[in-house]
Structure formats: C-alpha cells, structure tokens
C-alpha cells in the first residue's frame, strides 16, 4: 500500500527499494516483519555507546518506523571525489569494526525475524550493505550508517566484504566505477582490511568471500523479482544483476593478487 504524501514530508532520494520521508528530525520507512528487531539492535548499539547508526522511535499511525534523520549527506552516484580517498577509506573500516564490535554481544528476542536468515559463524550483527549510498557523511568525514533492514547475524567477514567490494571499490573494467587498476585496488583492499584490524583467517577469506557475497546478491534479486517486487525487476532489466555477475568474476581472475596484498608480514 502507498502511503499518500503529507505536506509536512520531504522525499528523500535514493531509497532504493523503499519509499523514504523526512519529517522534521525523523524519518519514515516501511517496515517489514525484521523492524522490531532492527529496533532492539538499535537500541543496544545506542546503549553499547554506538554513535553511528539512527536511533529507532516505534512506528507511526501509517505503521511506518521512525528513525532520526542523521544531518549530512549519503554518497549517491555520482559519488563525490572524497569518498574514493584513502582517508574515507580507512574511516569506514573503522566505523564497520565498532558497529561489529558494539553489537556482538546482542541477544535477539527468542522469536526475532531477519530480512535474510542468520549465517554461521555467528560473529556479529551484519548491516548487510554497507555502501556510500548507505553512508552519511558530515563534511568528507563518514560518521554514521543508515538502512539497517539487512541487518543480520553472521560472520565477520560477510559484511567486512562486501563493504570492501563497495569502497575499494572492487570493480570490473566494464563497471563505471571502474577507476583503479587492479594493484591500486589490492593496495586499497590491504589499507581497508589494516584499518578494521582483520585476522588472517579473514584476509585469507575476503576475496572468495567478496564474490559469494556477490553471487548471494544476484540470487536474492532474481528471488524477488520471481516473487513480484517491482524494484528489483527494474534492476535487473537495467542490467545490476548482469554487472554484479562481471565484477564477480573480476575478483575471481584477480584473487590470488588481492590475497597476496591482504597477507601480513610475520
């Protein structure tokens, strides 16, 4: 159901799959079967001293759920230049180990629900997508992560790479955010893993992980076209799947270079 628009609301760009408005300090989204517990997540990060995620507020008449509007801007395509810095780079490493950090010690209701089920080892809370359109930034500094609906548990790893596929970023030359050559992305790849103080094990895993990651994504949005969700069919007839599937393989032809400069000295 589409909830008509009051004079009160601004829409926000960017909301993907959703319909986003801001009113006043607070922002409005559709809620799913997962938002109570994306609620009591929130909540602990909150409590953990987690500064950099929205704090959630029920829902309202229209039964949609209530966050802060966090000041600042999202890194929409085109993104702005310092989002590709080292600097930008090493920051969301960092914000992505203290979101992990601050939520591995949540104990989900005995009946919580995931957008996407749980995976093993249960590490951590996943965001699911961390990305520069899921980015706030104040300045050039990123200080805060938003959309919290793929939240989940899993591994470390899961999220740490994707989130690398998305910063470093690890594109295919047929991607437009093609704009490294591969040793450039192996060295950023390597600064983001040091930043987020990676084990071995996990640097040994990342670029195997980033493209299951991939191939995980692609699955899921031909699930929900099948199923009938409209956005995700406009996505795929624009070609997302197609280019998930090409920057996939790009890590697999460069996985032995990325995991080269992953690895540290002993």
């Not at 509007?69 to 085109?78: M, T």
């Not at 996407?116 to 997508?129: F, K, L, Q, S, Y």
């Not at 040793?183 to 195997?208: I, S, V």
């Not at 409209?230 to 996985?255: K, M, N, P, Q, T």
Request: with cysteine; aromatic share 8%.
């Amino acid at each position: 159901m589409t909830v008509p628009k009051r004079l009160d609301e601004e829409v926000l760009a960017g909301g993907g799959v959703n319909h986003v408005v801001r009113i006043g300090s607070t922002v409005r989204r559709p809620a799913g079967p997962w938002t109570h517990t994306v609620h009591a997540l929130l909540r602990h990060l909150r409590a953990a001293g987690f500064t950099g995620a929205p704090r959630a507020h029920g829902f309202d008449a229209d039964g949609r759920e209530i966050l802060d509007f966090l000041p600042g801007h999202v890194a929409h395509d085109p993104a702005p230049d310092h989002v590709r810095s080292d600097t930008t780079l090493r920051a969301v490493a960092v914000l992505l180990r203290d979101f992990h950090d601050a939520g591995a010690d949540f104990v989900p209701a005995a009946d919580a629900r995931w957008y996407w089920p749980g995976r093993e080892p249960a590490e951590v809370i996943c965001h699911g997508d961390v990305a520069p359109y899921n980015c706030v930034f104040r300045g050039e500094k990123p200080v805060a992560f938003i959309d919290f609906d793929t939240a989940h548990p899993g591994p470390r790893i899961w999220d740490l790479a994707y989130a690398a596929y998305r910063f470093v970023p690890l594109a295919d030359p047929g991607n437009g955010d093609f704009t490294l050559p591969v040793e450039e992305q192996a060295r950023r790849l390597r600064l983001f893993a040091d930043a987020y103080r990676l084990d071995d094990e996990g640097r040994a895993a990342l670029a195997d992980t980033a493209r299951d990651r991939l191939d995980h994504l692609v699955r899921h949005m031909h699930e929900q076209a099948d199923a009938g969700n409209a956005a995700f069919a406009e996505h795929i007839s624009a070609g997302h799947d197609r280019l998930y599937r090409a920057d996939a393989a790009h890590i697999v032809r460069h996985a032995a270079t990325f995991t080269t400069a992953l690895r540290r000295e002993r």
